[in-house]
């Protein structure tokens, strides 16, 4: 189903798409980034917020890492400070690259089992659907982040990954 290139691929793509939205939205003010706009959790900085959770607790459950020490519920105030927000996020799309380089077929092959807080049991899934999942949620959640910054005025660089800068 996929390969590490599709996991090396995705984690280019989602490291640039991080700085593009990252870097539109700290030309806003901190009002404007916390501004309820409608969207699942509120704001760019709230959804921002969750996003990061989501890719931590993804994360945690492929390399091992610490999960965040917040429930979904809250993960949206996760990080309050916006300058921890950019740095945390930097530094974890660093750890899914440098795991995204080091993955085999045998990391993408069976299946994964964890306890889910979101549903409140034991949950097993193939590891190719929870690494499309990580993948697939930072698209739909930096969409709604897209959004939110082009009706405030900030201009995101393009999100098509077939034009992916190749130095991404």
Not at 7 to 17: D, E, F, I, K, S
Not at 23 to 50: E, K, M, Q, V, Y
Not at 54 to 61: E, L, P, S, V
Not at 101 to 122: C, H, M, Q, Y
Request: with cysteine.
């Amino acid at each position: 189903m996929i390969t590490p290139a599709y996991l090396q691929r995705m984690a280019r793509y989602n490291a640039w798409q991080n700085r593009s939205v990252y870097a539109a939205a700290d030309g806003l003010g901190d009002a404007d980034r916390r501004a309820d706009r409608g969207a699942f959790w509120g704001s760019i900085h709230r959804t921002l917020s969750h996003l990061l959770w989501g890719d931590t607790i993804w994360m945690g459950r492929f390399d091992g890492g610490p999960p965040p020490d917040v429930k979904i519920a809250d993960s949206g105030d996760w990080v309050v400070e916006w300058e921890e927000l950019k740095l945390l996020r930097e530094g974890l799309d660093g750890r899914i690259f440098k795991w995204a380089l080091a993955a085999k077929p045998a990391d993408i092959e069976g299946d994964l089992v964890w306890f889910s807080g979101a549903v409140g049991r034991e949950v097993r899934q193939p590891k190719a659907v929870c690494l499309i999942q990580l993948f697939n949620h930072q698209t739909h959640h930096r969409g709604q982040v897209h959004a939110m910054l082009t009706a405030a005025g900030a201009r995101p660089e393009d999100t098509d990954l077939p034009f992916m800068p190749a130095d991404a």
